[in-house]
């Protein structure tokens, strides 16, 4: 949700060594800035007093704050950029939070769920709010502790033991950094089921919401348990939980460097990460098999035999992870004949789900920190059922949390609207299905081997795809005006016309729905009109020939009531294009193989109309990269 930065630094003969705090908090803030930007506020502290500045919206807001009024250099800053929760995204509401007379600034990430029962304590005992935030109201529970209870005594660790007296009442989902004015070296933190990462340097150290807030700086990291606080200072990192009893951390070097995180040249970093895709394709399936073709998932922790005796998969995501279980579904139960649910994460525990200890639950976000699914993931894990993530952020909550990980090796992904992350989830879970397939003896280790081949072949075919995009792109330009368009699949290609669908919703404020093709005749049907577009994914006529014939028939139906058909199909495939008023082609491959290509198109196209209606791509409104609250 929110992007979190701190940092302290050393001084040499009282004065700033090496890095300016308010240099490294705003750098980490441009590369958080995908995780909200509906406002920005820094925090520095400076001759025993807190400076702060913040503005509503984006945080170019901010730097043209910081030149008009600029803040002093200085060893030690916190900084943030908000998706807005509790009150609207204004100035006030902006973080940081002040108080104890302004000597406290606390920034935060989550939700207090109990915060109008603590504000009207805080009331009761004189406290006046300024901002419509849950934030505040930890502020001043914090600077109430550390003034009243504690005597704003920082001879032992004020500031920390009041974090850990604060936390013990707090409810709900939450990261916290707080700095006050009489430790003036010392960020402390604290998080509860929301993200934060330490990063470890020489005569400094940082925080921030993921490791990109700090990537310019140092790769080592320290990962966080839950209910966790950290004390940080120029030379050390003290680790407890919210009862003061020493907690260790888990250090991990992060295997990306700062140019990943960059345009690269590239208009957004949407359009970068497109292009990001054969190599993230490639990265997943890096040394998951040996020179026999066996696959060799050796970040799997479940004891194979337990894994043999699963007969129930339940795959759990939400929004774009979710199409990509879609496409698990259909693979995991073609290879593995094991009955294959997809469930929506925020829907899932509260339905009652029957799950046991033969049930596989297989949770798939790109953070690792999407609190629906992490929610979900330990429902799954009280009702006894083995949990397996697909993730692509080492150290995140979800893969901690899970009994085995399966990483995907995307690199950051920046863009709000997830293209590389997107594929390579589906990547994961082919490697996953097959995995599970020649554990229980499902497939002959030859097709597995024929499979990863094919599997070797789609970063060159999504390579393709780009190269050839330019006809695609001059169309989405020429439809920057459309209200309204229409996605249909049939099989993997379901999911795939979801995703298309999303994808214009998500950059370009476009209307846009995805169907079953087979579900036209039920309903949505009614909605062709003349010139209505209507995107249609179309399989492979070397696969299964009769939903190929019933999809062309599909087109025929929309396209006799006015439809503008706009169609992807595979290389070779003739039969569509007298029905078609637009063929996009994709190289042959396998049918079930075929989301990894059918859906570049649909990402092409939708960054480039959003492009075309000057809308910035990476940050749409309302959204962020991760959703951290339920």
């Not at 707080?178 to 020489?202: C, F, I, M, T, Y």
């Not at 209910?227 to 250090?251: L, M």
């Not at 029905?579 to 996009?584: I, K, L, P, T």
Request: with cysteine; proline share 4%.
């Amino acid at each position: 949700m929110c992007g979190i930065v701190g940092y302290v630094g050393r001084s040499v003969d009282g004065a700033v060594s090496g890095h300016s705090a308010l240099d490294v908090v705003l750098e980490g803030l441009r590369r958080l800035e995908y995780r909200g930007y509906d406002s920005a506020g820094v925090a520095v502290v400076s001759d025993g007093v807190i400076e702060s500045r913040k503005k509503s919206g984006k945080l170019s807001n901010l730097l043209a704050e910081l030149e008009e009024r600029p803040l002093p250099e200085t060893l030690t800053g916190i900084g943030h950029t908000r998706w807005a929760t509790h009150g609207g995204p204004t100035d006030r509401n902006a973080h940081p939070h002040l108080a104890d007379g302004g000597k406290l600034a606390v920034i935060h990430n989550g939700i207090i769920e109990n915060f109008a029962e603590l504000k009207l304590e805080l009331v009761e005992k004189g406290v006046t709010f300024l901002s419509e935030t849950d934030t505040e109201v930890a502020a001043a529970l914090l600077a109430d502790i550390f003034r009243n209870q504690l005597g704003g005594d920082v001879s032992d660790g004020g500031l920390t033991k009041a974090m850990e007296l604060a936390c013990q009442r707090l409810e709900g989902a939450f990261t916290l950094l707080a700095v006050h004015a009489d430790q003036p070296e010392v960020v402390v933190a604290a998080r509860r089921n929301s993200p934060l990462v330490v990063g470890l340097g020489e005569g400094e150290n940082f925080l921030g919401s993921d490791v990109s807030g700090f990537i310019d700086y140092t790769r080592r990291a320290v990962e966080l348990g839950q209910d966790q606080i950290v004390t940080i200072t120029a030379d050390s990192v003290e680790i407890t939980d919210f009862f003061g009893n020493p907690a260790e951390g888990k250090e991990y070097h992060v295997d990306w460097d700062p140019a990943s995180a960059k345009k690269g040249g590239f208009s957004s970093f949407m359009e970068k990460e497109i292009h990001d895709q054969p190599d993230a394709v490639a990265q997943t399936l890096l040394g998951r098999s040996d020179l026999e073709g066996k696959l060799t998932l050796n970040e799997l922790r479940i004891d194979p035999e337990l894994l043999k005796q699963v007969n129930k998969i339940v795959v759990l995501a939400c929004g774009t992870a979710a199409y990509a279980g879609m496409v698990a579904k259909y693979a995991i139960e073609n290879w593995c004949r094991i009955p294959t649910e997809v469930e929506l994460a925020h829907e899932f525990r509260y339905r009652d789900p029957i799950l046991d200890e033969n049930t596989l639950v297989v949770s798939i976000s790109q953070s690792g920190e999407t609190m629906d699914t992490l929610m979900a993931v330990r429902y799954a894990r009280e009702q006894g059922a083995k949990t397996i993530s697909i993730c692509n952020t080492n150290g995140s909550t979800i893969p901690r949390e899970s009994d085995a990980v399966l990483y995907t090796h995307a690199g950051p992904e920046i863009a709000v609207a997830s293209t590389k992350a997107f594929l390579a989830q589906i990547t994961a879970a082919y490697l996953l299905g097959l995995y599970l397939a020649q554990l229980r003896g499902n497939i002959f280790s030859g097709q597995i081997k024929d499979v990863l081949a094919d599997l070797a072949k789609i970063p060159d075919k999504i390579q393709t795809i780009l190269d050839n995009a330019g006809p695609l792109r001059e169309l989405a330009r020429s439809m920057a005006d459309e209200k309204s368009v229409l996605f249909l699949g049939r099989h993997v290609g379901y999911p795939v016309a979801l995703e298309g669908a999303l994808k214009l919703k998500e950059i370009a404020y476009i209307h846009a729905e995805g169907f079953a093709a087979g579900e036209l005749k039920h309903g949505p049907i009614a909605l062709i009109d003349e010139g209505q577009p209507v995107f249609v994914v179309v399989p492979s006529p070397r696969g299964r020939d009769s939903l190929h014939a019933k999809v062309v028939s599909n087109i025929q139906e929309i396209r006799a009531r006015g439809a503008r058909t706009l169609v992807i199909a595979e290389e070779g495939d003739e039969a569509v294009k007298a029905y078609a008023e637009h063929v996009f082609y994709v190289p042959e491959t396998p049918t079930l193989l075929m989301p990894l290509l059918t859906t570049v198109p649909l990402q092409i196209f939708a960054a480039e109309l959003a492009a075309a209606k000057g809308y910035d791509v990476d940050q749409p409104r309302n959204l962020a990269k991760s959703v951290t609250v339920e």
